[in-house]
């Protein structure tokens, strides 16, 4: 992935569906070259292709998410993989960011093992290096390719880890972080049970967002992992709530 490739996920994400020589008008690339890329990003499940055209994936597929703001996440994952050593086993919950984590540990770490409930994650990182996966059980949620309920907490029990990486949906000042959906924040809460550090990995757009349920207090939460867009403001709200902030650049 290069930065070309982010900048046509932009594009794409942007316009929907766009033409190949429109493509290679806005990048100053020749449509060979375009073409070129569109293939490994179609591989990769990052959009789709239709003869002329590149499009968008549909708003509640999981690469789509994984391929809005791009390359911001990817600038987290990689910040946030700093955090892990060789030989080192951690918890990833299902998201965008994570998902881009547990890839970069895979192929940057040694002797790593990573507890998830993302089916997705799980098939994302099989041949991304050599990686020891653990798939928690639970109900399977279709949409996020997760696995939740009460059957997860029993399994995530089972274990515990240093670390445990997590995405969010929203933040409120006053409160903490939020979540748009109750089974997954169930699911995050019995993973953080079995961790001695909570980490957030967000993008900054998530701190003008708010969800519907709240998922962490900043009391529970050990560190976040951001873009440089997060505000002066935000952040000296986060480290007065002893929250060790990581603006990834």
Do not use: W
């Not at 055209?53 to 994984?66: G, I, S």
């Not at 507890?115 to 279709?142: M, W």
């Not at 993008?203 to 992992?225: A, H, M, P, W, Y």
């Amino acid at each position: 992935m290069n930065d070309r490739h982010a900048q046509i996920l932009d594009v794409v994400n942007e316009y929907k569906k766009v033409e190949v020589n429109r493509l290679a008008e806005m990048l100053d690339v020749s449509q060979v070259t375009i073409r070129k890329d569109l293939d490994i990003l179609a591989e990769r499940g990052l959009l789709d292709r239709e003869h002329g055209y590149a499009l968008c994936r549909k708003a509640d597929d999981v690469n789509n998410k994984l391929a809005v703001r791009y390359e911001s996440k990817m600038k987290i994952a990689v910040a946030a993989a700093e955090m892990v050593s060789d030989g080192e086993t951690i918890m990833v919950e299902s998201g965008s960011s994570c998902t881009l984590l547990a890839e970069q540990v895979a192929k940057t770490k040694k002797d790593i093992t990573i507890i998830t409930n993302s089916a997705f994650i799980a098939s994302y990182i099989r041949d991304k290096g050599n990686v020891r996966i653990i798939l928690l059980g639970g109900e399977y949620q279709r949409e996020t390719q997760a696995m939740v309920g009460p059957l997860l907490k029993k399994f995530a029990n089972e274990f515990f880890v240093d670390k445990l990486f997590i995405g969010t949906d929203g933040f409120i000042p006053k409160v903490g972080f939020t979540s748009g959906e109750m089974m997954r924040m169930e699911a995050v809460h019995n993973m953080a049970e079995s961790a001695r550090q909570v980490i957030i990995l967000t993008d900054s757009s998530k701190f003008q967002k708010q969800g519907v349920v709240l998922q962490f207090r900043f009391s529970e939460v050990s560190k976040i992992v951001t873009d440089s867009g997060v505000s002066d403001e935000v952040k000296k709200l986060l480290e007065k709530n002893h929250i060790d902030v990581t603006v990834a650049y």
